[in-house]
């Protein structure tokens, strides 16, 4: 180990859509209101997720129990005009969005990129508006298959995303991520570029049974420059991503890439991961809490998920080392009792914490989610490229 580095590896991990309280600029995203953890905690209020309350989590909440023990407890606000996966985690490693990727949420995608789309591909599309992911699914999957996968969904949200469903055994997974890599090369067109292409496979026969499944695959455009994980690769560090970071990413800055079926077994996977011999970063995350209970507005899922994972928090806490610094984090919000199906302009958690930490306290607010990325080089002596944002000196945690 690099005598520099205060720990051999950090952990961060990041529970999608998390959001703790409305943003100072919720109003400017017709979000104000939004609360995902007070709204949660008004449905369930005896929550059982004590390990996340003894790294802090509670103290950074009105409305939750303030029962730091561990670690040190910080809001972040994002800097970014966006509420959106990519420049959530993108600012975490240093990218300050200002310019929103293109949206096609009121109207759908333009018919000149749907008939060039089905003149390339061979398929028609159905759909083509702003919509649930299950519930197009209930309106329009009898109809793909019926056409035996001729016809395919395609549909948005008030995310910069391009969406795509197929049925695995009638369209075929091959066939869907080869539509999709057509319609990613397609909107890097200036005028269609959306952050993200995403296959969306699903099983099923008929209305109301019809599930989408753990081969979903993100076709994202690459970081609009280098980030902390290009930094940490270039300098021969390991850089592992758990869950969906590498398609977040696009690859960059990537040394090892795992898949997971869903937000448990990326726990269980960062479990075995962190017992591993590695000198770098494992980055998780955990897509179940936006994809399965944010978006379909399933205030119960999305608690019950909360305290499996406080659960596996506990075994993860149960192994980690002093030379291992855990951040636990999100992206944006989904607050699950809010109006309409998107993700929600909220403050996310920061919580740190090292078995070697001897004090515990909550920090300042930071005015953006670089600190992570900023202390990550921090700890491994790094200089931070100067278009990066993000300030913070690990020397503040003892």
Known sequence: MNENYKFKKVVVIVIDSFGIGQATDAKDFDDFGADTFGHIL??????????????????????????????????MHEASCSKDTMTGHWEMMGIHTTKPFKTFTDHGFPDELVSELESLTGHVFIG?????????????????????????????????????????????????????????????????????????PYVGNSVGHFTRTSNRHDYALSPSSKTVLDVLKSNDLDVIGIGKISDIFNG?????????????????????????????????????FDAKWGHRRNVNGYADELEDFDVLLGQLLGVIDSDTLLMITADHGNDPTYKGTDHTRECVPCLMYSPSMKEHRVLSDSSSFGVLGASILDNFDLVKPSDLIGEFELDKLA
């Open 128 to 200: 083509n508006k702003s919509a649930s992911g299950t519930e197009i699914l209930d309106e329009l999957a009898m109809e793909e298959i019926q056409s035996n996968g001729k016809k395919l969904i395609l549909y948005t949200s008030a995310d910069s995303v391009l969406q795509i469903c197929g049925h695995e055994e009638v369209t075929g997974l091959d066939e869907l991520y080869r539509v999709c890599q057509i319609a990613r090369e397609l909107t890097l067109k200036p005028e269609y570029k959306v952050g993200r292409v995403i296959a969306r």
């Open 252 to 288: 960059c800055g990537i040394t090892k890439s795992i898949h997971s079926t869903s937000s448990h077994e990326g726990m269980l996977q960062t479990i075995e991961e962190v017992q591993t011999d590695f000198t770098g970063l494992l980055f998780t995350n955990l897509v179940d």
């Open 42 to 75: 008004e449905y369930r209020p005896d929550l059982k997720i004590d390990n996340l309350y003894k790294l802090g989590l509670g103290n950074l909440h009105p409305n939750a129990v303030s029962n730091q023990s561990l670690g040190y407890a910080l809001k």
